[in-house]
C-alpha cells in the first residue's frame, strides 16, 4: 500500500501536465476506460432531466474539465475548485483559451457524440466557458471546505477522483462527505465518481496514496451522512495493463440526493 499522501505532497509534487496525460482520450493510456465509463453516465444523468437546477460545484476538480461537459448544458453557474495552486491555474489557463492549455477538443467531441451530434463540440466548449463562473481553493476536511468563500448551497455537486486521494481512512472520508454536503442545497443531487479497490495512483513519476473503497462501504457513508442512493453503477475493470500505474479493480458512478431532514 502506498503511504498517505496528503495536501502537502499534493502541493509539492503533483504535477498537471503528467496528469493530464491520463486525458488524452483515445490515446491508450488508462484514461481511457474510465473517461468511456464516466462521461457516458454524466451524459445520462445531465441530459436526461434526471439532475437539474442552476448552480453546481465541482470538489477537488484537478486540472480536468471533462466532468463538467454535459452538467453545463443544463447548470448555467458552475464554480470548480481545488486544493493545490497549480490545478486552479491550470483550468484558469483553459477557461481563458490561453496558449498551452490543454486541449479537450477529443473528449469533447466523444461527449457531444453521445448527446447526439459529434459535430457539435466548439458549441459545447463555448456553453462550458460561459457557464464556468470560478475556479475556489477547496479542502475537504474543512467544515466549509471553500473557506473563506462562502457560497449559496448549490442545487447540484460533482466530484469524481478526490475523496478517495483526500482521505487517509474511512472515518475522514465521512467527515469529508459531510463537509462537502453542507455545499449542498437539502433535496440537491450529490454525483460522485471514481475507482473502487485503488490504492494508488501514479502521476508521472511520483506515486499518489488512494484509499481502497468498496461498493459496500460507499453504500454505508453516502446513507450515514444524509444522502438517498438515485443510481449506483459500477463497471469492472477490462483492460488488466498498467498494474504499475493504478491497482483499480472497478470503476463506480453515483447519484445520490441530500435528504431534507437529517
Ligand atoms: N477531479 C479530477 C482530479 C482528481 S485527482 C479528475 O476527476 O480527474 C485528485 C484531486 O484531489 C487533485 O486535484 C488534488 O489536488 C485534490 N485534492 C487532494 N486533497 C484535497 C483536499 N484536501 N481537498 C480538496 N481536493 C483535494
Not at 477522483?161 to 442545497?185: G, M, P, V
Not at 485503488?198 to 459496500?216: A, D, H, I, N, R
Amino acid at each position: 500500500m502506498a503511504a498517505f499522501t496528503g495536501g502537502e505532497v499534493y502541493k509539492a509534487d503533483f504535477d498537471p501536465t503528467a496528469y493530464l496525460e491520463y486525458f488524452k482520450f483515445g490515446g491508450g493510456t488508462l484514461g481511457d476506460e474510465f473517461l468511456a465509463f464516466v462521461l457516458k453516465h454524466y451524459c445520462k444523468t445531465f441530459t436526461s432531466g434526471a439532475v437539474t437546477g442552476r448552480t453546481l460545484i465541482d470538489i477537488g476538480s484537478g486540472p480536468t474539465i471533462y466532468q463538467l461537459l454535459s452538467a453545463c448544458e443544463t447548470f448555467k453557474e458552475i464554480t470548480a475548485s481545488d486544493y493545490i495552486d497549480q490545478n486552479c491555474q491550470e483550468l484558469q489557463k483553459w477557461l481563458k483559451n490561453e496558449p498551452g492549455a490543454f486541449d479537450w477538443t477529443l473528449v469533447m467531441q466523444h461527449v457531444c457524440e453521445l448527446e447526439g451530434d459529434r459535430n457539435k463540440w466548439a458549441e459545447k466548449e463555448r456553453k462550458l466557458r460561459e457557464a464556468f463562473k470560478r475556479v475556489l481553493k477547496c479542502d475537504v476536511h474543512k467544515s466549509n471546505p471553500l473557506d473563506p468563500v462562502v457560497l449559496p448551497p448549490a442545487d447540484c455537486l460533482v466530484s469524481s477522483l478526490c475523496l478517495e486521494t483526500a482521505c487517509k481512512d474511512q472515518s475522514s472520508y465521512r467527515a469529508a462527505l459531510r463537509n462537502i454536503s453542507s455545499l449542498l442545497k437539502p433535496g440537491g443531487h450529490l454525483v460522485l465518481s471514481g475507482d473502487l479497490g485503488s490504492s494508488f495512483y501514479m502521476v508521472g513519476p511520483k506515486k499518489f496514496f488512494c484509499l481502497v473503497l468498496t461498493e459496500e462501504f460507499l453504500r454505508e457513508a453516502l446513507s450515514a451522512t444524509g444522502f438517498a442512493i438515485q443510481e449506483f453503477d459500477v463497471l469492472s475493470r477490462g483492460d488488466d495493463t498498467m498494474q504499475e500505474i493504478c491497482d483499480f479493480s472497478g470503476m463506480y458512478f453515483i447519484v445520490a440526493c441530500k435528504e431534507k431532514a437529517i
